[in-house]
């Protein structure tokens, strides 16, 4: 078995973090838990993402305002409009994470908004769960059964029925 540092030392979780929840494809849930025209907060390896659905298209980004790293959704909620407005200094972001406005700031000349768009984070749907990883060169999406283990089952066309949440004090290990 590991020793017991691996289960309660904050540094051996930290570097754990790094290692594999950073690195690897997460489930952040079902695709019916992020819904058309909603803001959705998941956190992964310990970073905050904003997760959003823009017509068919499901996207996540970094939750933070590239101008002072304020975070841009502090709680779920609806989208307001076709931007995403960093409450801060109301630097403004289309959904695919462009920098659309900077609002009152006077930019340099040399400023591109190219180069302040959101972070982009890599997300896959399979079989109806969305899967997220902060990895900027994402391997393919690969779950321990397989990708075609439940292809004999309508996974995609179900629908949440009931959620139940716990928290659990616990090293993830254990668990």
Known sequence: TLPRRAYVDPAWFAA?????WSRDWVCAGRIDAFPEGHI???TIAGQSVIVLRDG????????????????LCATDQPQRGKLIRCPYHDWAYATDGRLI????????DDFRKDDHGLLPVATRLWNGFVFLTLNPDPGP??????????????MDRLQTGHVFEKRLACNWKVY
């Open 101 to 108: 406005s900077t609002a009152f700031a006077t930019p340099t």
């Open 141 to 154: 999406l690969s779950p321990d059964m397989g990708l075609h283990a439940l292809d004999n089952w309508p």
């Open 40 to 42: 959705r907060r998941v």
């Open 56 to 71: 068919p298209q499901l996207r996540a980004v970094h939750n933070l305002c590239r101008h002072r790293g304020a975070e």
């Open 16 to 20: 754990e973090q790094r290692a594999i």
